[in-house]
């Protein structure tokens, strides 16, 4: 929800505060400390991974801003892993580079302690290396990391990095130790390489930056990635945590053709515009508030806008500007 009320702010002061530390257990399971994840009583979308068929929710989370240090500060990000389960949410993104790798450690270890590493989905990316050795090192230093001993999938943080880890991330795939590997990027100057890869490569995956702000992907990486049957992971969808979505929208109330696709949010709508390109496996916003989490699980419920909709959304945000 994207504006608090003093219940809901009472009960975040009391997470961070630690109060209610220790994985979450003095919550308990199914206590609705944040509300009730919105459109509940509506059909859960998932999307298949073209190759394996395997079915994820179309709402995840985005960890870069996950480098917490503190028990206080861990507190909220364990409450979304919890939440995540209870509204049928799996995908974690991540990253080596996190919180200078601290990012990784939180999510283990929060896994660890809810024990809740069989409920999700954890994607990690590596940084381009110089070599060999600096690639497998940075590979081993995700596993321990998060305290696994393989991943859901693993990516290419940096195009720049691809010709010395892809023929190790297959040697990983080939081991078993990540079921799907890829290559992620944030930039529309690397897509002519990035459709390189996409035909070259036989890539699992992509990640790649859309949003109804940046709109760029949808010309030629998402078609060409539903050709080639990659899943495609959509980073940064308010178009990044300054300047985005909400910074535009300031407290403008919502479009009425909301409530048509059960958008209660400027979130929920703003994903939901993602969600409907049918090329999008899973939308990973960045959150670190759990109050977020529940409202961005939202959009992975219900309606979805059809083109006239999408037209709509779009027409909106570039009246502001964007
Ligand atoms: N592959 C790459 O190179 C790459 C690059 C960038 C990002 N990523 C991935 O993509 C994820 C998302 O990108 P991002 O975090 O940079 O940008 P984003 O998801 O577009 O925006 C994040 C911002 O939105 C806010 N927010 C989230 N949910 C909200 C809600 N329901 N209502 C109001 N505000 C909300 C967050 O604040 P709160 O924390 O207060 O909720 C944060 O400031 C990252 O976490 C990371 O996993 C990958």
Known sequence: MNHADPQSTTRRDAIKLGLLAGAGLAVGRGAPLFGEVPNRAQELITRPIPGTGERLPVVGVGTNQWGAQSEESIAPLREIVRLMSEGGARFIDTARIYGRGRAEEVIGQILRELDARDDVFIATKVPSPDTREEAVASLEGCMTALGVERVSAMRVHFLDGVEILMPILREWKEAGRARYIGVTTMSAEDYPELERLIRDENLDTIEIDYSVLDRAAAARILPLAADHGLSVVVARPFAGRRGGVFSLVGDRPLPD??????????????????????????????????????????AGRGELPDADMRRRIEQIFDGLGG
């Open 257 to 298: 053709f909301a409530s048509e696709i059960g958008a209660t949010s400027w979130a929920q709508l703003t994903l939901k515009y993602i969600i409907a390109n049918p090329a999008v496996t899973v939308v990973i916003p960045g959150t670190d508030d759990p109050e977020h989490m529940v409202d961005n699980m939202g």
